[in-house]
């Protein structure tokens, strides 16, 4: 459990810069975003941002941080929250990986293409462990909540029964 705290640490550390990245590209009304998201209502964002935080959430809890680096988790996560409310964030990512080719020197159509195989890879990683659309996992929450009351309910009957036996 510990170990996992410390990989969810590590992806919200990675995270955190890269939404205030996009916070401030988004406040210059910069052209490295994509129309939609320099447009799209705070609430909307707000949104995205929560979804994002579901999804790193749930990427932790796979075996995701043990392939791939905290900054690419989230990255997905982020590009996950942004599709969950219909905002394309194509030029956001392109943004993402012009930054890494500078930090390694290398081409931006390779570090473009590395980011977006990576993603995808990461994607099918995630699906093929049967991740849980959120509407889904409260659901799946309702129902164990709602065994957990029955199984409660139970206990204090046959309780109740020894009481009145004894």
Known sequence: MLALQVVARHSNTAAAPMMQEFDE??????????????SAPSQVL???????????DILVMTD??????????????MRSGF??????????????????????NGTVGDAEQQLLASL????ALAAEQGLIEEAALQLKAAEVDRRIKLWKK??????DNRGQAA
């Open 154 to 159: 139970g206990i204090s009957q046959k309780a």
């Open 25 to 38: 590209l988004r406040s210059q009304q910069s052209s490295e975003l994509d129309q939609p998201l320099l």
């Open 120 to 123: 995808s890879a990461l994607d």
């Open 64 to 77: 995701v941080p043990l392939l791939y680096p905290p900054g690419l988790i989230a990255v997905a996560a």
């Open 46 to 56: 707000s949104t995205a941002h929560a979804k994002a935080r579901s999804s790193l």
């Open 83 to 104: 599709r969950r409310v219909q905002l394309a964030c194509h030029k956001f990512l392109q943004h993402i990986a012009q930054k890494a080719v500078q930090a390694a």
